[in-house]
């Protein structure tokens, strides 16, 4: 079992193939953090505790005049709230009295093989091969009756640990769950980086490094989003970590809207780490009888640095996260019309593109915003989901029916959750939206954010979207959502409830993203937030994709899928050639380098076809080829980052290693030059290290060691240009 109790010294130990994780019961039935870190023998690390005479730490009561004992100092597993330690807390609760305090302790706790459930929540998953053991753990308080069911789900081969707290209103009148965090980890010590992935509308996900000071760290999201501005991924690391060595630990949310991670460093250097849903704008009215389930996060640790921090994540996700078929799928080439036309299109100058397309080797056309209601611009029409026959003639079906004649797979564009003002679904339900009594909405982007906390709204949601899926051959669906919320107020939930409405937003969004993809298993869903807004594991668990950024420069782009490659797999990010300049950065940068960057990650394209010469056609024809030749190992393999964005070498480089390390593509993009370069050498990772290697293209013939460690010469390159390499291992 992964997962043991040991009576006599109180400890919970987990165990996965490389580490370990330990808890203790404390005299008072307090529950202690003690480890998370690399695999240790069993023993009771409850020594690393030494009492002392805290000033102004308090005591709890039944500590009687020990001085030492204090919650204030002594690294909890959830903390208590209000009854002394003053850190950033687990929970808030406002008991039925109005006190606001928990202060719980163990009464109990279970272990059992297979995964705790998650009541409408995205989770990660056990499949067949996987060896899953679950403990949980109840705190009590003795006063309110609060209860907090701590759940740990060991997958033990993976190395991964998932956690969350399910809140139980034990007592006989109702509470308020201000805060709840769906894990806390206390470490005792304070010498640790902070790296998060912060960003902005079409610049997402930039990796930020901070060493950890006194006072409390923060990344956050209050839009209803997890956002473009920060991503509910973060790890802590040791000061000397990097790619390839040193201790670091992941934590990652499996949330798409409001999240908070805080990192404190406490008075005594020591380290607390929270995360869960955001407590702005929260609030969860709980009667006597009723359970909160919090979200989960799943943790991970390597000693190895983050390269094979990310490759536990990217085996997890791959695996036990994305539920759809196409997980394991090719994905077909997608051709998408919105850098191409906008919203000015009809059903002649979208064939034409999509002809052209065929010749180019794409094999799916994505008709993007425009193609319902009255939308001609992006101020109207959203909500009327029926066809707009100014622009596509003779209907849906027989448009798909004309792509599909022309050898192509078809996918449409929607934005379920908005409604536009100038559109007859916000005419005939304006209760609809969120909006604020007597206040008139604010808007973005025009547009207005459904009430999905309504189960109507849900039910209108999912019956129009089937029609439409279900009238004509739609095969890939981009799912987008382009703003973020304001004025969350509903008028369908009473006084208590309004706290509730930013999660049940979310909770009605799963809802509907289950009836809609679990309905059309076949149908390849790809998410999207203008761009990256929304890229997270939630996310992932219904959209094996997600359309990445609306930047598509090819050189901004290699920061945006550095950053996105720490904690999500690569067949998971959407990445499209579009043309130059760029409409973006009005950057120029090769066709080539255009592909080559795309190849990172999902390939497709985003362009009018029918402007593009035979010669660049045939470029899209080769590119396409090379990426389905690498698809095995760009898709399933292991991901090395090369470099970091803005490295004194002056390019940004990448690889994927097959899982059996007999095959890697190398990728390099200059980003900088300089006159008289001195000569640089590319080290490759992951091979393996006595095993002989051919570099497609050049005979001669290297040991893996050989390319690790002396590296490969970068050829002489201009600025923006790009180089590929095959790397494939010899036969014995
Ligand atoms: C968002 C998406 C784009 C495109 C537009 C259409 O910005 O990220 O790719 O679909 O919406 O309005």
Request: net charge negative.
């Amino acid at each position: 079992m992964a997962v043991r109790y040991f009576e006599e010294t109180k400890t919970f130990i987990l165990e996965t193939k490389q580490t370990t994780y330990q808890m203790k019961m404390d005299q008072y039935g307090y529950l202690l953090h003690l480890y998370y870190g690399e695999k240790i023998k069993d023993q009771d690390l409850g020594y690393l505790i030494q009492p002392k005479d805290r000033g102004f730490s308090p005591n709890p009561h039944e500590a009687g005049n020990d001085r030492t004992y204090s919650l204030d100092v002594l690294p909890q597993e959830f903390s208590s709230d209000g009854c002394g330690d003053y850190r950033k807390s687990s929970i808030e609760i406002k008991n039925g009295d109005g006190s606001t305090s928990f202060l719980g302790k163990v009464v109990g706790h279970r272990i059992y093989s297979g995964k705790y459930e998650l009541n409408g929540l995205p989770g990660v998953f056990q499949t067949e091969k996987d060896t899953v053991d679950t403990l949980e753990i109840c705190l009590q308080d003795q006063a309110s009756k609060v209860m907090v069911i701590l759940c740990y789900s060991v997958f033990e081969e993976k190395d991964m640990i998932t956690r969350t707290v399910r809140v139980k209103n034990n007592g006989s009148k109702p509470i308020y769950i201000n805060r709840i965090m769906s894990m806390m980890m206390d470490f005792m010590d304070a010498e640790f980086d902070f790296i998060h992935f912060n960003g902005r509308h079409t610049m997402e996900r930039n990796m930020t490094r901070t060493p950890i000071s006194s006072g409390v760290q923060s990344i956050e999201s209050s839009r209803g989003a997890s956002s473009h501005q920060h991503n509910p991924f973060v790890i802590m690391c040791r000061p000397t970590a990097d790619e390839d060595q040193g201790d670091c630990y992941g934590f990652s949310f499996v949330y798409s809207g409001n999240f908070l991670c805080e990192i404190e460093k406490d008075q005594f250097d020591q380290t607390r780490v929270v995360f869960g849903i955001n407590p702005r704008g929260f609030s969860y009215y709980l009667q006597p009888g009723e359970s909160f389930d919090a979200p989960e996060v799943v943790l991970s640790y390597s000693d190895q640095g983050f390269s094979k921090l990310s490759h536990q994540y990217h085996d997890l996700y791959r695996e036990n996260l994305c539920r759809s078929s196409y997980t394991h799928k090719e994905r077909p080439i997608v051709i998408n019309s919105w850098e191409a036309t906008y919203f000015d299109f009809d059903d002649k100058k979208l064939l034409n593109i999509a002809k052209e397309a065929v010749d180019m080797g794409v094999e799916l056309f994505v008709l993007d915003d425009g193609w319902f209601g009255k939308r001609d611009s992006d101020d109207s029409g959203l909500g009327d989901w029926s066809v707009n026959t100014d622009k596509l003639k003779n209907g849906l079906d027989d448009f798909v029916q004309k792509i599909n004649n022309l050898g192509l797979k078809f996918g449409l564009w929607m934005e379920p959750e908005m409604v536009s003002e100038d559109s007859d679904l916000y005419r005939s339900h304006p209760e609809w939206c969120l909006k604020i009594k007597d206040r008139k909405p604010t808007r973005g982007r025009y547009q207005l954010v459904l009430d999905l906390s309504r189960k109507d709204v849900c039910d209108y949601l999912i019956n129009s979207i089937n029609s439409i899926l279900d009238g004509a051959n739609i095969e890939y669906v981009k799912w987008d959502m382009n703003r973020n919320m304001t004025d969350v107020w509903s008028s369908y939930h009473g006084y208590e409830h309004q706290g509730e409405i930013f999660h049940r937003y979310i909770l009605g969004l799963y809802y509907i993203l289950d009836q809609v993809i679990l309905t059309h298993p076949d149908i390849l869903f790809c998410g999207c937030a203008g761009g990256g807004g929304r890229f997270d594991p939630g996310m992932l668990y219904y959209h094996p994709e997600i359309w990445c950024s609306d930047n598509t420069d090819a050189i901004n782009r290699l920061n945006i899928q550095y950053g996105t490659s720490f904690g999500y797999p690569i067949n998971t990010i959407e990445s499209h050639v579009s043309v130059c300049p760029n409409h973006q950065t009005a950057r120029t940068t090769p066709l080539n380098t255009r592909g080559v960057v795309a190849m990172d990650g999902i390939l497709g394209y985003e362009l009018d076809s029918t402007k593009l010469s035979k010669e660049q056609k045939q470029q899209c024809r080769e590119q396409i080829d090379i990426y389905k030749k690498y698809y095995h190992i760009i898709a399933y393999g292991d991901y090395y980052r090369l470099t970091k964005p803005y490295d004194a070498c002056g390019y940004m480089a990448w690889q994927h290693v097959s899982k059996d390390r007999k095959e890697a593509v190398a990728s390099l993009v200059k980003t900088e030059v300089e006159s008289n370069e001195p000569q640089k050498y590319l080290k490759l990772k992951g091979l393996e290290a006595d095993c002989f290697y051919k570099i497609l293209g050049n005979d001669g013939v290297y040991s893996g060691k050989v390319l690790m460690k002396a590296g490969i010469p970068v050829p002489v390159m201009e600025q923006y240009e790009a180089w590929q390499c095959h790397i494939v291992a010899l036969e014995v």
